[in-house]
């Protein structure tokens, strides 16, 4: 019910929601104490109904909402913490899938030698083949007349030479280019772990 009242602020009955007695209040009133039985009431002006409420009961509702609020933010932050956990793990393993493919390749593109052992392509390998060649080659040439066997012998040797030259080569090329893919891929991964960890940080 709505009164008209010449002070112009409109004025509203509303019923005390503790012991049913009727009160008058402005349209705008949030807070009033019951005349009759002295509880303090919020009232609610909803969609042109008015009523009231304890408001230790406001209060109760209030305090509960801020615990599920504050419960939820919790699961809210131990869910954004499980994850970052799951996205590390996940890192973690790409570089450890990358770590094993890099010691299979480079496994295949070490040196073996007769011991068992292997040895990584290095430049100068190329360059101590193509030496001797060239040393047994000129060794040869100047043996031609030399007695019998000498100067072939020389000739194959500086062939085979050159040969094993080219074959270092090639294999310290492709050792080159498969370390630097593996190292770019590393850089990549462990760039993007040590973002997510900086943002985990931030939290
Ligand atoms: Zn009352």
């Given amino acids: 019910m ?14 005390c929601n503790k012991c049913g007695a009727p009160l008058e ?13 002295k509880a303090r009431l919020r009232i609610r002006h909803k969609g042109g109904a008015h009523f009231t409420e304890v408001r230790k009961r406001v209060r109760a509702v209030e305090k ?8 939820a933010a919790a699961v809210e932050k131990k869910a954004a913490s499980l994850d ?10 790409e570089l450890d899938e990358l770590e ?4 299979e390749e480079r496994e295949e593109l070490y040196i073996r030698q007769k011991n068992g052992g292997t040895v990584r392509p290095e430049a100068w390998h190329a360059q101590l083949a193509f030496a ?39 294999r310290f090329t492709r050792f080159n280019a498969a370390l630097g893919r593996y190292q ?15 943002k985990q940080r931030r939290r």
Avoid: H, N
């Fill in 2 to 15: 709505t009164y008209g009242v010449c002070s112009g602020v409109e004025v509203v009955e509303v019923a």
């Fill in 25 to 37: 209040v402005g349209e705008d009133t949030k807070f009033v104490t019951c005349g009759f039985c």
């Fill in 64 to 71: 509960k909402t801020a615990a599920v609020e504050k419960k």
């Fill in 84 to 93: 970052f956990e799951v996205k590390e793990l996940r890192l973690k393993q």
């Fill in 100 to 103: 094993d493919r890099w010691r």
């Fill in 132 to 170: 001797i060649a060239g040393c047994a080659l000129v060794a040869g040439l100047m043996m031609l007349d030399a007695g019998p066997g000498i100067a072939p012998a020389l000739l194959l040797m500086a062939a085979f030479a050159a040969v094993g030259g080219v074959l270092s080569k090639s």
């Fill in 184 to 198: 770019a891929e590393r850089d990549d991964v462990e760039y993007r772990l040590a973002k997510l960890r900086r």
